[in-house]
Nanobody, 127 residues
Framework: QVQLVESGGGLVQPGGSLRLSCAAP????????IGWFRQAPGKEREGVSC????????YYADSVKGRFTISRDDAENTVTLQINSLKPEDTAVYYC????????????????????WGKGTLVTVSS
């Protein structure tokens, strides 16, 4: 059973920053497209960002463009999401997921094309 592990969530004031990490103990992420998704209370899960496996392609949802930065370190087997200028509407559980297709990571915004998931990390933006 492949289990991704997210970390780095927490409570932060508006305008603050967090650095979310996604790891996969015992499972190589380097051949997979990795996506970050989030789900706010009472809302559908939505795609935030995707990064391709080896071609450098990156996607950001319009709502986070310019504030979020995704990166991957295949040597460390981790994917990071740097989130800056946080807004209250960014409050959500953030999940990372691995899948075989960057394009489907982008297109299927609820993440239903992704194969492996973590349990999520909670980001709360509040003063």
């Amino acid at each position: 059973q492949v289990q991704l592990v997210e970390s780095g969530g927490g409570l932060v004031q508006p305008g603050g920053s967090l650095r979310l990490s996604c790891a996969a103990p015992g499972f190589g992420l380097d051949y997979y497209a990795i996506g970050w998704f989030r789900q706010a209370p009472g809302k559908e899960r939505e795609g935030v960002s995707c990064i391709g496996s080896s071609d450098g392609r990156i996607y950001y949802a319009d709502s986070v463009k310019g504030r979020f930065t995704i990166s991957r370190d295949d040597a460390e087997n981790t994917v990071t999401l740097q989130i800056n200028s946080l807004k209250p509407e960014d409050t959500a559980v953030y999940y990372c997921a691995a899948g075989n297709s960057f394009n489907l990571c982008v297109i299927r915004t609820t993440g239903d094309a992704m194969d492996y998931w973590g349990k999520g990390t909670l980001v709360t933006v509040s003063s």
